[in-house]
């Protein structure tokens, strides 16, 4: 029989709290009791939109955090391949990390005010670092003004292209720059003979679902992020 929850490693290790991770559809009081014996301190538990579930949730004092929503579009009817986009190169890796690490507030990490907020932001120069020096994602990064402003990283699985991360810094914010890098990734995902595309955000980062649904993303799903620390 499989454990009902997973520890997560590198966020325990990141954070400084033992932190897990639930396996099922659902919670219960056994799992807590998983949790004590394997001294967790904080449970993440990604919910779908089932009362039962919502509701067993709110019982065991899990707090809601975010919502994840997930878009998806075909590879088809692209529109023109941007120009101006490159491959991120290792003299823009501190510059990466930079405009990673202001980047993505609306995640549920910060939503959550047991995490430092320092924290969340050095959690996102990490990613990004991982993800370009371990060569996790391709990186592909637009410019503005002659310094590198945004990038996206391009992740491959089967069929499916995802965008892991997309930040454009704010001092190019109203330029385009979101719009051509993910014109650029559609066109990465084709090039490599994938059929379909797919993203992850928030419920309640409006400016990135608009940016999504403007390039052609479809709503696909969304499902409930808790949380659920034990210590005080």
């Given amino acids: 029989m499989s454990d009902p929850a997973e520890i997560l490693?590198?966020?325990?290790?990141?954070?400084?709290?033992?932190?897990?991770?639930?396996?099922?559809?659902?919670?219960?009081?056994?799992?807590?009791?998983?949790?004590?014996?394997?001294?967790?301190?904080?449970?993440?538990?990604?919910?779908?939109?089932?009362?039962?579930?919502?509701?067993?949730a709110e019982r065991l004092h899990f707090a809601l955090v975010d919502i994840r929503v997930t878009y998806e579009r075909p590879l088809i009817n692209l529109p023109g391949p941007p120009v101006d986009i490159r491959e991120?190169?290792?003299?823009?890796?501190?510059?990466?990390?930079?405009?990673?690490?202001?980047?993505?507030?609306?995640?549920?990490?910060?939503?959550?005010?047991?995490?430092?907020?320092?924290?969340?932001?050095?959690?996102?120069?990490?990613?990004?670092?991982?993800?370009?020096?371990?060569?996790?994602?391709r990186v592909l990064g637009a410019e503005y003004d002659g310094v590198l402003a945004g990038f996206v990283t391009c992740n491959y699985n089967g069929v499916t292209g995802n965008i892991g991360l997309i930040a454009v810094d704010a001092a190019a914010h109203g330029q385009g720059l979101g719009r051509r890098l993910v014109s650029a990734a559609l066109h990465d995902f084709a090039a490599r003979g994938m059929t379909r595309s797919t993203v992850v955000t928030q419920g309640r980062n409006i400016a990135s679902q608009r940016l999504y649904q403007n390039c052609g993303y479809l709503l696909r799903s969304t499902a409930l992020w808790y949380h659920r620390w034990f210590t005080p």
């Avoid at 004590?36 to 919910?47: F, I, K």
């Avoid at 005010?113 to 991982?130: H, K, N, S, T, V």
């Fill in 9 to 56: 490693e590198w966020d325990s290790m990141f954070f400084g709290h033992r932190i897990a991770r639930v396996q099922g559809p659902t919670v219960d009081q056994a799992l807590l009791e998983w949790c004590a014996e394997h001294r967790v301190d904080c449970l993440y538990y990604l919910a779908n939109h089932d009362q039962s579930a919502i509701a067993a």
């Fill in 88 to 137: 991120a190169r290792p003299v823009d890796l501190e510059r990466l990390k930079q405009i990673a690490a202001r980047s993505f507030t609306d995640s549920r990490f910060y939503a959550d005010p047991r995490f430092d907020r320092a924290q969340c932001d050095a959690l996102y120069a990490a990613w990004i670092e991982r993800d370009f020096v371990e060569g996790r994602a």
